[in-house]
């Protein structure tokens, strides 16, 4: 990402605000990511990283992962960094096609679907809270094994439910605890995560 002062300014009262902390420098900037896009400090004590998250997420991204996302929203919030960077593929479960059932939501089909067909994907739910809860069923059934899970959606029913179940998979994955969360989180997440990953594979990676 390329930065402007005032964007840097910004960062700089991040850092001034937001006190100590027991992040890792990538965990961290993950974090301020997430609170300059948000303007919530509330981040910092609600983010959750499992072990290898970071570097597993990043390796696949140097490898050219698919990237499954549940919304448009989150698509477009990291297409142009993806594009610039590794050109990872992109997928929406909102476009994928599906035959109308009355079980689950168009977007559960549609996590369903793409995560069958790219089962080591990295799979970014930052709105949907069905999309999550369909996605650890097949964790846990086994069907599937992400590089990396990204789980942001905020909710009232259920969302504590799948966000546990999430954490217990033992697959990589980044969380937000409690009902908070939004896909302009997921998005500022993806997109901290490419940078720390760009820096770490640089461009020679282009010819991986």
Known sequence: MEWHITDAESLRVIDTEIGEHSFSPSEYEIVRRIIYATADFEYKSLIRFSDQ????????????????VDVPMVQVGITPIIQSTFANPVYCSMDAHTRPQREKTRVAWGIETLAK?????????????????????????????????IGTPAGFLG??????????????????????????????????????????YGKDSRMI
């Open 53 to 68: 998250a970071l570097q597993g997420g990043a390796a696949a991204l140097a490898a050219r992962s698919t990237i499954v």
């Open 117 to 149: 067909r790219y089962p080591e994907g990295i799979f970014v739910i930052g709105q949907a809270q069905t999309a999550l809860v369909e996605l650890v069923k097949l964790i846990e059934a086994e069907e599937i094994k992400p590089a990396l899970v």
């Open 159 to 200: 969302v504590d439910e799948a966000v546990k179940r999430l954490k217990d998979s033992l697959v990589p994955h980044i969380r937000i605890e409690g009902r908070k969360g939004s896909a302009v989180v997921a998005a500022a997440i993806v997109n901290g995560l490419v940078d720390l990953a760009w820096q770490a």
